[in-house]
Protein backbone atom coordinates (compact mmCIF):
# COMPACT_ATOMS: atom_id res chain seq x y z
CA UNK A 1 0.00 0.00 0.00
CA UNK A 2 1.29 3.80 -0.45
CA UNK A 3 2.46 5.85 2.55
CA UNK A 4 0.03 8.52 3.39
CA UNK A 5 2.73 10.96 3.30
CA UNK A 6 6.46 10.57 1.77
CA UNK A 7 9.00 12.58 2.46
CA UNK A 8 12.49 13.13 0.48
CA UNK A 9 15.53 14.46 1.23
CA UNK A 10 14.08 17.39 3.49
CA UNK A 11 16.56 20.41 4.14
CA UNK A 12 15.99 23.47 6.39
CA UNK A 13 19.42 25.72 6.96
CA UNK A 14 18.06 28.68 9.14
CA UNK A 15 20.31 31.56 7.39
CA UNK A 16 20.93 33.48 10.93
CA UNK A 17 19.19 32.11 13.86
CA UNK A 18 17.33 35.64 14.82
CA UNK A 19 16.76 36.27 11.00
CA UNK A 20 13.83 34.20 9.82
CA UNK A 21 10.84 33.61 11.81
CA UNK A 22 9.27 29.56 11.85
CA UNK A 23 5.46 29.64 10.93
CA UNK A 24 4.81 27.22 13.89
CA UNK A 25 6.70 28.89 16.64
CA UNK A 26 8.31 26.28 18.75
CA UNK A 27 9.64 28.94 21.60
CA UNK A 28 7.24 30.03 24.38
CA UNK A 29 6.84 28.97 28.25
CA UNK A 30 5.65 26.05 27.32
CA UNK A 31 9.10 25.72 25.15
CA UNK A 32 11.07 21.91 25.87
CA UNK A 33 13.41 21.54 28.74
CA UNK A 34 15.97 23.74 29.75
CA UNK A 35 19.18 23.96 27.66
CA UNK A 36 21.70 21.16 29.15
CA UNK A 37 25.09 20.35 27.52
CA UNK A 38 23.50 18.02 25.03
CA UNK A 39 21.18 20.56 23.87
CA UNK A 40 23.17 21.63 20.58
CA UNK A 41 24.65 19.43 18.35
CA UNK A 42 28.14 19.60 18.86
CA UNK A 43 29.33 18.85 15.30
CA UNK A 44 27.83 21.92 13.77
CA UNK A 45 30.22 24.74 12.16
CA UNK A 46 29.64 28.09 13.83
CA UNK A 47 29.25 29.28 10.59
CA UNK A 48 29.68 28.36 6.41
CA UNK A 49 28.49 25.39 5.09
CA UNK A 50 30.34 22.19 6.13
CA UNK A 51 31.61 19.80 3.68
CA UNK A 52 28.98 17.67 4.50
CA UNK A 53 26.74 20.45 3.43
CA UNK A 54 24.83 20.02 0.29
CA UNK A 55 25.84 22.80 -2.57
CA UNK A 56 23.88 24.98 -3.74
CA UNK A 57 22.06 25.36 -0.66
CA UNK A 58 22.92 28.75 2.19
CA UNK A 59 25.15 29.20 4.61
CA UNK A 60 23.96 28.37 8.27
CA UNK A 61 23.44 25.78 10.10
CA UNK A 62 21.16 22.90 9.04
CA UNK A 63 18.56 22.52 11.55
CA UNK A 64 17.72 19.38 9.12
CA UNK A 65 19.29 17.87 6.74
CA UNK A 66 18.32 15.12 3.80
CA UNK A 67 15.46 13.54 6.48
CA UNK A 68 13.34 11.09 4.58
CA UNK A 69 10.58 9.53 5.92
CA UNK A 70 7.24 7.50 5.13
CA UNK A 71 4.18 7.79 7.61
CA UNK A 72 0.99 4.73 6.45
CA UNK A 73 -2.27 5.03 7.53
CA UNK A 74 -3.03 4.63 10.96
CA UNK A 75 0.42 4.54 11.92
CA UNK A 76 2.07 6.76 14.69
CA UNK A 77 5.85 7.88 13.84
CA UNK A 78 7.50 8.93 16.79
CA UNK A 79 10.45 11.99 16.08
CA UNK A 80 12.49 11.79 18.89
CA UNK A 81 15.84 13.77 19.89
CA UNK A 82 17.45 16.33 22.15
CA UNK A 83 16.53 19.53 22.43
CA UNK A 84 17.39 21.58 19.28
CA UNK A 85 17.65 18.32 16.73
CA UNK A 86 15.50 19.30 14.59
CA UNK A 87 12.25 18.02 15.35
CA UNK A 88 10.04 20.90 15.14
CA UNK A 89 11.41 22.08 12.40
CA UNK A 90 10.95 18.56 10.63
CA UNK A 91 7.27 18.42 11.45
CA UNK A 92 6.77 22.36 10.16
CA UNK A 93 8.76 20.81 6.84
CA UNK A 94 6.71 18.08 6.89
CA UNK A 95 3.44 20.12 6.57
CA UNK A 96 4.49 22.85 4.53
CA UNK A 97 4.39 25.45 7.05
CA UNK A 98 8.23 25.97 6.74
CA UNK A 99 9.13 26.16 3.27
CA UNK A 100 12.45 23.76 2.98
CA UNK A 101 15.51 24.53 0.83
CA UNK A 102 15.82 21.18 -0.82
CA UNK A 103 13.26 18.22 -0.63
CA UNK A 104 9.14 17.00 -0.81
CA UNK A 105 6.50 16.22 1.52
CA UNK A 106 4.22 14.15 -0.72
CA UNK A 107 0.89 13.89 1.06
CA UNK A 108 -1.63 11.27 -0.66
CA UNK A 109 -5.12 12.73 -0.15
CA UNK A 110 -8.54 11.45 0.27
CA UNK A 111 -9.15 11.37 -3.38
CA UNK A 112 -5.61 9.52 -3.92
CA UNK A 113 -4.11 12.54 -5.57
CA UNK A 114 -0.52 13.37 -3.98
CA UNK A 115 -0.06 16.85 -3.35
CA UNK A 116 3.64 18.10 -2.22
CA UNK A 117 2.83 19.88 0.86
CA UNK A 118 6.38 21.76 0.23
CA UNK A 119 4.39 23.26 -3.26
CA UNK A 120 1.06 23.87 -3.13
CA UNK A 121 -0.67 27.05 -3.13
CA UNK A 122 -0.98 28.44 0.94
CA UNK A 123 -5.16 28.39 0.16
CA UNK A 124 -4.99 24.98 -0.81
CA UNK A 125 -2.59 23.75 2.01
CA UNK A 126 -4.83 25.68 4.15
CA UNK A 127 -7.47 24.12 3.24
CA UNK A 128 -6.01 20.41 3.74
CA UNK A 129 -4.46 21.83 7.22
CA UNK A 130 -7.88 22.63 8.32
CA UNK A 131 -9.89 19.50 7.01
CA UNK A 132 -7.96 16.32 6.33
CA UNK A 133 -4.60 17.60 8.32
CA UNK A 134 -4.42 18.27 11.87
CA UNK A 135 -1.38 19.99 13.89
CA UNK A 136 -1.29 20.49 17.44
CA UNK A 137 1.02 23.05 19.06
CA UNK A 138 3.37 22.18 21.95
CA UNK A 139 1.84 25.43 23.29
CA UNK A 140 -1.74 25.35 23.06
CA UNK A 141 -2.18 28.60 23.10
CA UNK A 142 0.00 28.87 19.72
CA UNK A 143 -3.15 26.59 18.21
CA UNK A 144 -6.17 28.16 19.66
CA UNK A 145 -8.09 31.26 19.68
CA UNK A 146 -7.78 32.77 22.92
CA UNK A 147 -10.44 35.23 22.43
CA UNK A 148 -13.24 33.08 21.71
CA UNK A 149 -15.34 30.39 23.76
CA UNK A 150 -13.78 27.04 24.01
CA UNK A 151 -16.90 25.81 21.75
CA UNK A 152 -16.29 28.06 19.35
CA UNK A 153 -12.87 27.54 18.73
CA UNK A 154 -13.82 23.63 17.63
CA UNK A 155 -16.94 24.72 16.19
CA UNK A 156 -15.00 26.72 13.84
CA UNK A 157 -13.16 24.37 12.32
CA UNK A 158 -16.37 22.57 11.17
CA UNK A 159 -17.98 25.54 9.83
CA UNK A 160 -14.59 26.80 8.10
CA UNK A 161 -14.42 23.38 6.43
CA UNK A 162 -18.46 24.36 5.28
CA UNK A 163 -20.53 23.39 7.60
CA UNK A 164 -23.16 25.85 7.17
CA UNK A 165 -25.71 24.85 10.60
CA UNK A 166 -24.09 26.83 13.63
CA UNK A 167 -26.38 24.61 15.84
CA UNK A 168 -25.05 21.19 14.70
CA UNK A 169 -21.23 22.60 14.57
CA UNK A 170 -22.22 23.52 18.37
CA UNK A 171 -23.78 20.21 18.52
CA UNK A 172 -20.00 18.35 17.60
CA UNK A 173 -17.84 20.52 19.61
CA UNK A 174 -19.81 19.65 22.93
CA UNK A 175 -19.50 16.12 21.80
CA UNK A 176 -15.82 16.29 21.23
CA UNK A 177 -15.29 17.99 24.51
CA UNK A 178 -16.66 15.11 26.16
CA UNK A 179 -14.59 12.79 23.97
CA UNK A 180 -11.26 15.00 25.57
CA UNK A 181 -12.64 14.17 28.64
CA UNK A 182 -14.05 18.30 28.92
CA UNK A 183 -17.16 18.75 30.77
CA UNK A 184 -19.48 20.42 27.99
CA UNK A 185 -20.61 22.88 30.89
CA UNK A 186 -17.53 24.83 30.03
CA UNK A 187 -18.47 24.74 26.60
CA UNK A 188 -19.33 28.47 26.26
CA UNK A 189 -16.27 29.48 29.24
CA UNK A 190 -13.29 31.26 27.50
CA UNK A 191 -10.22 29.14 26.87
CA UNK A 192 -8.43 31.51 29.71
CA UNK A 193 -10.73 29.51 31.95
CA UNK A 194 -9.00 26.40 31.42
CA UNK A 195 -6.15 25.19 33.42
CA UNK A 196 -2.59 23.74 31.18
CA UNK A 197 -4.19 19.70 30.44
CA UNK A 198 -7.72 21.15 29.43
CA UNK A 199 -6.25 23.76 27.28
CA UNK A 200 -3.96 21.27 25.42
CA UNK A 201 -7.20 18.41 25.46
CA UNK A 202 -9.38 21.42 23.77
CA UNK A 203 -6.67 22.12 21.00
CA UNK A 204 -6.38 17.96 20.25
CA UNK A 205 -10.64 18.35 19.91
CA UNK A 206 -10.05 21.29 17.64
CA UNK A 207 -8.25 19.03 15.49
CA UNK A 208 -9.71 16.18 15.63
CA UNK A 209 -13.27 17.67 14.83
CA UNK A 210 -12.81 17.92 11.12
CA UNK A 211 -12.20 13.94 11.21
CA UNK A 212 -8.44 14.86 9.79
CA UNK A 213 -6.27 11.50 8.31
CA UNK A 214 -3.06 12.75 9.33
CA UNK A 215 -2.31 15.03 12.85
CA UNK A 216 1.23 16.67 13.62
CA UNK A 217 1.94 16.60 17.27
CA UNK A 218 4.75 18.52 18.73
CA UNK A 219 5.66 17.60 22.24
CA UNK A 220 2.08 17.10 22.62
CA UNK A 221 2.81 16.69 26.68
CA UNK A 222 5.78 18.71 27.03
CA UNK A 223 4.28 21.62 29.12
CA UNK A 224 2.38 19.74 31.51
CA UNK A 225 2.73 18.50 35.04
CA UNK A 226 3.50 15.03 35.17
CA UNK A 227 0.24 13.52 36.29
CA UNK A 228 -1.30 15.91 33.78
CA UNK A 229 0.87 14.35 31.01
CA UNK A 230 0.11 10.60 32.19
CA UNK A 231 -3.72 11.23 31.79
CA UNK A 232 -3.81 13.19 28.35
CA UNK A 233 -1.21 10.24 26.89
CA UNK A 234 -3.78 7.74 28.05
CA UNK A 235 -6.49 9.87 25.76
CA UNK A 236 -4.20 10.20 23.25
CA UNK A 237 -3.20 6.66 23.02
CA UNK A 238 -7.30 6.04 22.73
CA UNK A 239 -8.16 8.35 20.03
CA UNK A 240 -5.23 8.14 18.19
CA UNK A 241 -6.23 4.09 18.27
CA UNK A 242 -9.51 4.72 17.76
CA UNK A 243 -9.77 6.30 15.22
CA UNK A 244 -6.88 4.75 13.19
CA UNK A 245 -5.96 7.99 12.98
CA UNK A 246 -2.15 8.40 11.33
CA UNK A 247 0.22 10.08 13.22
CA UNK A 248 3.86 12.20 13.21
CA UNK A 249 4.95 13.55 16.98
CA UNK A 250 7.87 14.69 18.12
CA UNK A 251 9.35 14.21 21.63
CA UNK A 252 12.21 15.00 23.78
CA UNK A 253 10.74 11.91 26.08
CA UNK A 254 11.75 8.01 25.32
CA UNK A 255 8.67 6.64 27.54
CA UNK A 256 6.43 9.30 25.56
CA UNK A 257 7.62 7.92 22.35
CA UNK A 258 7.15 4.11 23.15
CA UNK A 259 3.95 4.90 24.86
CA UNK A 260 2.55 6.65 21.28
CA UNK A 261 4.55 5.05 18.28
CA UNK A 262 4.79 1.98 16.16
CA UNK A 263 7.85 3.94 14.79
CA UNK A 264 10.74 5.77 15.62
CA UNK A 265 13.09 8.45 14.29
CA UNK A 266 15.90 9.37 16.53
CA UNK A 267 17.69 12.73 15.28
CA UNK A 268 20.13 14.61 15.97
CA UNK A 269 21.36 18.01 14.43
CA UNK A 270 18.99 17.79 11.77
CA UNK A 271 19.81 14.24 10.27
CA UNK A 272 18.29 10.81 11.17
CA UNK A 273 20.78 8.93 13.15
CA UNK A 274 18.41 5.51 13.32
CA UNK A 275 14.99 4.68 12.71
CA UNK A 276 12.51 1.35 13.20
CA UNK A 277 10.04 -0.46 14.94
CA UNK A 278 9.57 1.63 18.81
CA UNK A 279 11.07 -1.39 20.44
CA UNK A 280 13.54 -2.59 18.06
CA UNK A 281 15.49 1.17 18.24
CA UNK A 282 14.44 1.49 21.90
CA UNK A 283 15.54 -1.86 23.09
CA UNK A 284 18.35 -2.65 20.69
CA UNK A 285 19.30 0.13 19.40
CA UNK A 286 22.48 0.14 17.02
CA UNK A 287 23.80 3.63 16.56
CA UNK A 288 26.04 4.86 19.26
CA UNK A 289 24.02 8.59 19.90
CA UNK A 290 20.63 5.97 20.63
CA UNK A 291 22.40 3.64 22.73
CA UNK A 292 23.50 6.92 24.73
CA UNK A 293 20.35 8.48 24.23
CA UNK A 294 18.63 4.69 25.93
CA UNK A 295 21.08 4.27 28.79
CA UNK A 296 21.09 7.88 29.54
CA UNK A 297 19.40 8.86 32.96
CA UNK A 298 19.70 12.57 31.10
CA UNK A 299 15.64 13.36 30.43
CA UNK A 300 16.42 14.07 26.70
N1 LIG B 1 12.91 30.12 13.11
C1 LIG B 1 14.17 29.77 13.34
N2 LIG B 1 15.19 30.59 13.02
C2 LIG B 1 16.46 30.23 13.24
N3 LIG B 1 16.83 29.05 13.76
C3 LIG B 1 15.86 28.19 14.10
C4 LIG B 1 14.47 28.50 13.90
N4 LIG B 1 13.73 27.44 14.32
C5 LIG B 1 14.61 26.52 14.76
N5 LIG B 1 15.88 26.97 14.63
C6 LIG B 1 17.10 26.25 15.00
O1 LIG B 1 17.07 24.99 14.39
C7 LIG B 1 17.53 23.99 15.28
C8 LIG B 1 16.46 22.93 15.44
O2 LIG B 1 15.39 23.50 16.17
P1 LIG B 1 14.04 22.71 16.45
O3 LIG B 1 13.54 22.17 15.18
O4 LIG B 1 13.16 23.64 17.19
O5 LIG B 1 14.54 21.53 17.37
P2 LIG B 1 13.74 20.61 18.40
O6 LIG B 1 12.29 20.74 18.09
O7 LIG B 1 14.29 19.24 18.20
O8 LIG B 1 14.07 21.13 19.76
C9 LIG B 1 17.85 24.69 16.59
O9 LIG B 1 19.22 24.95 16.64
C10 LIG B 1 17.10 25.98 16.49
O10 LIG B 1 17.76 27.01 17.18
MG1 LIG C 1 10.69 21.29 19.28
Excluded at 81 to 86: F, I, K, L, Q, R
Amino acid sequence: MKPLLAAHGLTKIFRSPSAEQSAEPTTGPLAGPPAGPLDRPSDWPATGPSAEQPAGLPAGQPACLEVALEVHAGEVLGLVGESGSGKSTLLNLLCGAVKADAGQSLYRDALGLEVDLQNVEEVDRRRLMRSELGFVRQNPRDGLNMNVSAGANVAERLLAGGERRYDRARAAAAAWLERVEIPVRRLDDSPETYSGGMLQRLQIAKNLVAGPRLVFLDEPTGGLDVSVQARLLDLLRNLVAGLRLAVVLTTHDLAVARLLSHRILVMKGGRTVESGLTDQVLDDPQAPYTQLLTSSTLSL
